[in-house]
């Protein structure tokens, strides 16, 4: 059975920083496509990052552009664990915070609907 469960949330100050961990109990880990989603108050769920598998050792990282420069995802295969760190945190980022796993390449990173396997979120607060 697949669980991701994800951690790190909690409130902070604008400009702050903060690590998300997701660990991910996937057989063949390494292969899956891996993604950060967040859900504020009143908004819908939308995609925050995501590492791609590209074969091999291969991983390609995108993010939405609201957190470029600012959120770096990566991830630890031997742990079986994928993180977020959130540099300069602005009060915009408040939101519970999900962790996604995606099965199969060709799916689209930036679309909920194409994860497999979602954790039960982390909230993260940022006051101004």
């Known amino acids: 059975q697949v669980q991701l469960e994800e951690s790190g949330g909690g409130l902070v100050q604008a400009g702050d920083n903060l690590r998300l961990s997701c660990l991910a109990s996937?057989?063949?880990?390494?292969?899956?496509?891996m993604g950060w989603f967040r859900q504020a108050p009143g908004k819908e769920r939308e995609f925050v990052a995501a590492?791609?598998?590209?074969?091999?050792?291969?991983?390609?990282?995108y993010y939405t552009d609201s957190v470029k420069g600012r959120f770096t995802a990566s991830r630890d295969n031997a742990k079986n664990m994928v993180y977020l760190q959130m540099n300069n945190l602005k009060t915009d980022d408040t939101a519970v915070y999900y962790c996604?796993?995606?099965?199969?390449?060709?799916?689209?990173?930036?679309?909920?609907?194409?994860?497999?396997?979602w954790g039960q979120g982390t909230q993260v607060t940022v006051s101004s």
């Open positions: 996604a796993a995606r099965r199969e390449s060709g799916t689209k990173y930036y679309r909920r609907e194409d994860y497999n396997y």
């Open positions: 590492l791609n598998w590209g074969g091999g050792s291969i991983y390609y990282a």
């Open positions: 996937i057989t063949a880990f390494a292969s899956f496509h």
